[in-house]
């Protein structure tokens, strides 16, 4: 008895903690129990690297032979040692953006271990600038920002910038004045102008002057495209920013062309001569000014990681405003990089997902193959959706199972059996994938969420399972295992279940409670009222 | 409806699945033990030191090599069985019944030779039989001839009587037989016929097949209620006794009856299922607390199985 009342106590304790502190978080801090309206949120991880420059102590070094490739050995040795190394002061400023077009910045953070970091503001131009004394090896400067598109403006005014006209040697010039000239005669207004000359670049149509001209400067296309716009007269300015894309590692800043007709700014987008804003595009600034300046360093970068959300914004912003207010909160998963952030997001619902398979098998009866086979595979369904899941799941479990069967024969011995398995299953996805692609089935291609291991964990399990037990029972766990999945996936995808999880994490808290209580549930099992029904009546 | 609710299942006393686990098995039966149990050449060899009834054990092969050897083994040996140590199931069981020269009859009636003979033994050693694929070790042990009262009660198969044992009391028992819908083997949920046995008396109580009663076996045609089991008092103590062997709690004893060797200890099952009370129709946990109830303190087997005998006698007959 006396473990019974242990774990009573204990439960107990841990369901009023969990449920105390969110309560506490409820009251007093007033974090909301619902789930408010969803909003796409981008979060952008720029990085900026570069290596520093630094001056040898020594002008060369001393070499007789006075081969080259031998001084540049020995360089490249040096390169390693620090010592002899004079270290130069670094300052890197980034230009921050001023986003425009409905974009609103929700967030932003700055890693700047061992730099000098301050935020300068001259004339409306911020920027931030990182400095430090001496620099001795390859560097990452981090600026991580959330935006969301809070509505979807065009871009508005801006100062008109003057036009400098090119300086071009002779030739260039007398070919950049046939190109004007040909497409001012094509053209009835600036903008079908500006149209014009990027489509033929973008098309790769371009007659001989213009192929003379963009040749000459083949490493800035688009720097020429502003030459020819200040030759024909027409104010003309870059617009820097980011296409927005989920997932993407290594996104470089893209640059629109922007030019003024006298009344209005219309923006288009080079790579395809386009006229307008693309949805996508997170407009970092506008203007020719530079975005980052490296003093100091050389083979400066800068990259974006980007990841899409969907979450709701005043959750969001209130969360936001709480994390910087509030110690507690401070370590709370809020505090964490967004990136972590979603991954605990997906962590955070697995216990959801445990305790219906708890709940199934010590309440219900329901019998799974595996306890957690059934969360995994309703994980998988978060990625795959429920139908087209079950679909894919169904088919390669009943195609292993069959080649599974033809293996047993075999005789072969376990591990060698379960890698074939493996192999088959990959190739079924792989096959599953081509064929579904080829015949425009987009869904199947989340065949690849499917985690693996499992499935041909489960297809061994399965087929052992019906040789011992007969096709009946793998028939009873299959079903079960399916329908514990199908009800972790419902549950899992109720807004307000991630809600909860992720904002009231300390639940998890009071789940574990119920949990040690259900572990000590020595009650009968819902399949058990109809096994020994027989029993149930009172002997005459 | 052919549902109860849960209070008409506790007030005629049964044992859920979760109850057996937590207040039984997980109370009474200590972990490291369950090797002993599961595997069948530990129950044998310990049984054995303890002189209780086993079928003989000829020899034992534990690795490939060793199968060469069986003509050695096998010489002079008329009827065994070559079973797996960690087999479920009934799996990978080979009986050969008769002996001709270098030639094997099977039970049903096939003939092997020296090769066959090997090339099974070999996949046993390489865990064809045995749970998960695990490498096994082949037991080779003289073949039980059931007691001819029981062939009456059996198609293509041994059956075996399952006495839960618990602390030491016998407190339920069934006879399993294999029908031909179970395809020979004696797993109730397979189709085998579970009969609840008298615990008292070893008259048979109640024969139920795929979860309903049965009067007769459905394939030799006999009636159950004629069935009264031979050497009964044997049978629980020798159930009984392996209590002090395993040092189990909880367990499940499987005896079969041999018609030389009287009862004779099969197997042992720490987790015994709970079907066994819908062959008895009663509730098993009101018999495990008359057991915690009336029999406290250590007693010698003989006195435990009277001692069980007569409270059961007393409440349920």
């Given amino acids: ?540 | 409806m052919k549902w109860v609710s849960p209070r008409q299942l506790r007030e005629q006393g049964v044992l859920g699945m979760n109850s057996r686990n937590i207040d039984y098995i997980g109370r009474n039966n200590d972990r490291n033990r369950y090797p002993l149990v599961d595997n069948k050449l530990k129950t044998k060899q310990i049984a054995e030191q303890q002189g209780m009834s086993v079928p003989a054990l000829f020899g034992v092969i534990k690795i490939q090599r060793q199968v060469q050897d069986l003509e050695q083994l096998l010489e002079g040996i008329e009827k065994f069985v070559i079973k797996p140590a960690q087999g479920s199931g009934g799996k990978g069981i080979l009986v050969i019944t008769e002996r001709q020269g270098n030639e094997f009859i099977k039970s049903t009636g096939a003939v092997l030779g020296y090769r066959d003979i090997k090339r099974h033994t070999s996949n046993i050693l390489s865990g064809l039989y045995s749970l998960g694929g695990r490498p096994d070790v082949a037991m080779i042990e003289d073949m039980i001839e059931f007691d001819p009262i029981l062939s009456h009660y059996s198609h293509e198969g041994v059956p075996d009587i399952r006495v839960i044992v618990y602390r030491g009391f016998p407190v339920m028992a069934m006879m399993r037989c294999s029908t031909h819908a179970s395809d020979g083997k004696a797993n109730l949920h397979q189709g085998a016929v579970g009969v609840g046995i008298d615990i008292v008396t070893g008259h048979s109580l109640y024969a139920v097949q795929n979860n309903t009663q049965i009067e007769r076996h459905p394939d030799t045609g006999y009636p159950f209620d004629a069935l009264v089991l031979p050497h009964w008092d044997k049978v629980l103590q020798l159930a009984s006794g392996c209590y002090e062997m395993t040092e189990l709690g909880y367990f499940g004893a499987d005896v079969v009856l041999d018609r030389n060797k009287g009862p004779v200890i099969l197997e042992l099952n720490a987790r015994p299922g709970l079907a066994i009370q819908i062959a008895n129709q009663t509730g098993l946990r009101k018999r495990l607390e008359m057991v915690d109830e009336h029999c406290s303190g250590e007693y010698p087997v003989e006195q435990r199985v009277s001692l069980a005998k007569q409270i059961f006698a007393e409440r349920l007959v």
Wanted: hydrophobic share 45%; aromatic share 10%.
């Fill in chain 1, 1 to 540: 008895m006396s473990s019974r009342l242990q774990i009573g106590l204990v439960a107990g304790f841990l369901i009023i903690l969990g449920l105390g502190l969110a309560l506490y978080k409820k009251v007093e801090l007033g974090f909301p129990l619902l789930p408010g309206e969803r909003q796409v949120v981008w979060t952008l991880e720029s990085k900026i690297s570069f290596k520093p420059v630094r001056d040898l102590e020594y002008n060369s070094p001393v070499n007789g032979s006075g081969e080259g490739a031998e001084v540049d050995k020995k360089q490249g040795e040096n390169e390693n040692y620090k010592g002899s190394f004079k270290e130069n002061p670094v300052e890197i400023s980034l230009a921050l953006p001023e986003p425009e077009a409905g974009w609103v910045v929700l967030d932003d953070h700055f890693a700047s271990s061992g730099f000098g970091f301050s935020v300068q503001e001259q004339q409306g131009d911020r920027r931030a600038r990182w400095t430090r004394q001496s620099l001795d090896r390859t560097t990452t400067l981090y600026y991580k920002l959330q935006v969301y598109r809070a509505d979807k403006f065009r871009l508005g005014g801006s100062p008109i910038p003057e036009i400098a006209p090119p300086e071009l040697t002779t030739d260039l010039l007398a070919a950049m004045e046939r190109v004007v000239a040909s497409l001012r005669e094509q053209s009835s207004s600036d903008n079908s102008f500006t149209a014009l000359l990027l489509q033929q670049l973008v098309q790769d149509q371009m007659d001989q002057d213009t192929a003379f001209l963009f040749g000459s400067r083949e490493e800035s296309k688009l720097a020429m495209v502003m030459d020819v716009l200040a030759y024909a007269g027409i104010p003309a300015q870059s617009v820097k920013g980011v296409f927005l894309e989920d997932g993407r590692r290594r996104q470089q800043m893209d640059t629109l062309v922007e030019i003024y007709d006298g009344n209005r700014w219309y923006v288009f987008d080079p790579k395809t001569a386009q006229l307008g804003l693309p949805e996508n595009f997170f407009v970092w600034r506008r203007g020719d000014a530079s975005v980052l300046d490296v003093m100091g360093g050389k083979s400066s970068q800068l990259e974006f990681a980007i990841v899409e959300n969907t979450l709701p914004i005043k959750n969001v912003l209130f969360m936001e405003q709480q994390v910087k207010e509030r110690l507690l909160l401070d370590f709370s998963i809020y505090s964490l990089p967004v990136e972590q952030q979603g991954v605990f997001k997906g962590l955070l619902l697995i216990p959801v997902g445990a305790l219906v398979v708890v709940l199934l098998r010590l309440l219900v009866g329901i019998r799974t193959s595996g306890t957690f086979m059934p969360i995994l595979i309703a994980i998988a369904f978060i990625q795959t959706t429920l139908f087209a899941g079950l679909a894919i799941f169904l088919a390669v479990v009943g195609v292993g199972l069959w080649i599974r069967s033809y293996l047993s024969h075999l005789n072969l011995l376990l591990v060698a059996r379960i890698t074939a398995v493996v192999i088959v299953v990959i190739l079924l996805m792989a096959a599953l994938s081509i064929i579904s692609y080829k015949l425009g089935f987009d869904q199947l291609l989340t065949v690849t969420f499917l985690p693996t291991i499992i499935l041909a964990w489960t297809i061994e399990r399965m087929s052992i399972l019906w040789e011992e037990e007969g096709g009946q029972e793998v028939l009873i766990q299959g079903s079960g295992s399916l329908l514990a999945a199908v009800l972790a996936y419902l549950l899992m995808s109720v807004d307000l279940i991630e809600h909860l999880t992720f904002n009231f994490p300390e639940l998890m808290i009071s789940l574990l409670g119920v949990v040690l209580l259900l572990g000590k549930y020595n009650g009968y099992r819902l399949v058990e009222l109809y096994r020994f029904h027989d029993l149930g009546k009172p002997k005459q």
